[in-house]
């Protein structure tokens, strides 16, 4: 099956990588953002409502201050994501200024999209924007971010802004056309894939590990991306953003790959749920407890069998199944010492262990998402796209 026109879609998330927009030498590509821009201002014109994540902060202070590409501290590369934002900003306004567009900032921390209240007030915001015709221009706060606490690369933080706002297309443009069975950088027959019904574990497979020196993803974190999108009914583009005018040269026909969403999405306060890119505990089940939470039921303390992470109650927490593999995300009733102290134990023995009369359910059927719905999208996770953040 072709992949839809963009027009036919009514929110678009447009992620862009570091190397489209900034040349290590000039600074920002004024060509190519404009020709982007007016590709922005043509969908909105047809009633499509846009949202940009931008790469290329760093990018750009390193061009500003003259940094070079060498390995940069933690605080310098605080220091030029500082000022390759401002530039980044005015680059963005007065391209989309131009034609006759408003655009506004939005610098996320990880936290902004994994605690609930700030990931509702994140999506309030963005939806005033979008009311007030801005076009939303989105990255990560990298002057704050620390290894600990952030994203890891755009193509993760775009998948969880277009869930989070209920996109119905996630674009990711870079420097590579689409997904191929093999990195076609190290292997010349690999095969180009149009289109992507299901991201399965062959497809995972197909990634590559190498990335470039302004890159910190890669294919396996556009999987990532692709994965946290279609679970919530998001469909996904990657194709090549070096040519100019990128999202009017898919309307065009030019190669891209298509993911289909999911037939049976999660929708609403599960989407929040699935699309949580680190869990804060793991736990382990059996496989009674497999059957019943493939049945719709609740998960009882008396199916864990290992508890791990350091964790609060409501906390997410992903549900293994023994062989390492995830079967299930979910909300956790029980702060992490408690877990462990009644992992295992039938619901009528909780109490004498505890205490106090507890929840009978580990992680209730209510706050659980199961299967394909839980992504998992670890952070510092690489692969071999350059054209990641």
Avoid: C
Wanted: avoid cysteine; glycine fraction near 10%.
């Amino acid at each position: 099956m072709h992949q839809p026109a963009l027009s036919s879609f009514r929110r678009i998330t447009v992620k862009i990588g570091s190397a489209l927009l900034v040349d290590p030498q000039a600074g920002v590509r004024r060509d190519w953002i404009a020709s982007l821009a007016d590709d922005i201002s043509t969908l909105s014109a047809r009633g499509v409502e846009i949202l940009v994540v931008s790469s290329g902060a760093i990018a750009l202070g390193r061009t500003i201050l003259g940094l070079g590409n060498r390995v940069l501290k933690l605080e310098e590369s605080q220091a030029a994501a500082a000022v390759g934002q401002i530039a980044l900003a005015g680059a963005w306004s007065e391209a989309l200024g131009k034609n006759g567009m408003k655009s506004g900032q939005i610098l996320l921390t990880l936290a902004d999209t994994e605690e609930r209240r700030r990931y509702l007030n994140a999506r309030a915001t963005i939806s005033t924007l979008l009311k007030m015709k801005a076009v939303p221009v989105i990255n990560e706060n990298d002057t704050v971010a620390t290894t600990e606490i952030r994203y890891g690369d755009n193509d993760r933080l775009a998948a969880r802004v277009a869930t989070m706002m209920g996109g119905d297309l996630l674009v990711l443009l870079s420097d590579i056309d689409g997904l191929y069975t093999a990195p076609p950088a190290h292997v010349p027959n690999a095969r180009f894939i149009p289109v992507v019904e299901r991201i399965t574990p062959e497809i995972e497979a197909m990634a590559g590990a190498a990335a470039s020196v302004l890159s910190r993803g890669g294919m396996r974190t556009k999987l990532d991306a692709g994965k946290i999108a279609t679970a919530a009914g998001t469909a996904m583009i990657i194709t090549s953003g070096t040519r100019l005018s990128p999202l009017l040269a898919i309307e065009r026909g030019e190669r891209a790959t298509y993911f289909h969403p999911s037939a049976s999405p999660v929708k609403g306060y599960k989407t929040w749920i699935a699309g949580q890119l680190e869990p804060a505990g793991r736990l382990v089940v059996d496989a009674g407890a497999i059957s019943a939470l493939q049945a719709g039921k609740s998960l009882l303390p008396a199916g864990v069998k290992q508890v791990s992470g350091s964790f609060s109650r409501g906390d997410t927490v992903a549900i293994m199944a023994p062989d390492g593999s995830e079967m299930a995300r979910g909300l956790v009733a029980y702060d992490a010492a408690d877990a462990v102290r009644i992992a295992g134990l039938k619901t009528t023995e909780i109490a004498d262990v505890l205490g106090y009369q507890a929840r009978s359910a580990m992680v209730h059927r209510d706050d659980l998402v199961m299967g394909h719905a839980a992504v998992r999208a670890e952070i510092g996770a690489e692969g071999y796209h350059a054209g990641a953040k």
